[in-house]
């Protein structure tokens, strides 16, 4: 991790805050077009190099929808849908065991992989109906089931996981 769990939360609440201020002054912000860039231990590119995979909203929308129904540290219980994570590694037959995930924010986690089939984890770009915007948590926000697994997934390490405003992935050995 590039920060303290600490900073992140605070950060969040700012930003939550900042959502709801601009949404009851009636300047509620548009969705932030999806896009997710994928590059490392990839089979599949579609870049000028050769190097990566761009994925558009329109082929991001296509990938089959999941829900989960979790809280986490930062929301109430709510709905998260997307694509699952899993089948975003198999669109770009990743091969590495490890996921570097960068944010708009320049915060940087490593989840492994294998928590894709695990856990069931998804890609969300929607929270109880609502597309997420970069304001909360947007445009995509990924969602482990925290509520099934509050062993693992609950806590500093399991946070850590939980990472908002998502722009691009590294598939790592």
Not at 20 to 30: E, L, N, R, Y
Not at 99 to 104: G, Q
Request: glycine share 6%; net charge negative; with cysteine.
């Amino acid at each position: 991790m590039s920060e303290p769990s600490g900073w992140r939360r605070f950060s969040a609440a700012l930003a939550v805050a900042a959502s709801a201020t601009a949404v009851h002054a009636g300047d509620a912000a548009p969705a932030t077009p999806l896009s997710l860039d994928i590059d490392g231990e990839v089979h599949v590119t579609n870049n000028a190099a050769h190097t990566a995979y761009h994925f558009t909203e329109a082929q991001l929308l296509k990938l089959p929808v999941h829900a989960i129904s979790t809280s986490t540290a930062w929301t109430p219980r709510s709905t998260f849908t997307g694509p699952l994570l899993s089948d975003v590694l198999k669109a770009v037959g990743a091969y590495g065991h490890e996921i570097e995930i960068h944010t708009l924010d320049d915060y940087v986690c490593d989840v492994p992989v294998a928590d894709a089939e695990r856990y069931g984890v998804v890609l969300a770009y929607a929270m109880n109906g609502q597309r997420l915007k970069v304001s909360n948590y947007g445009p995509l926000f990924l969602i482990y089931p925290r509520d099934q697994y509050p062993q693992e997934l609950v806590g500093a390490a399991g946070d850590a996981k939980f990472a908002w405003q998502i722009k691009s992935m590294t598939i790592k050995r």
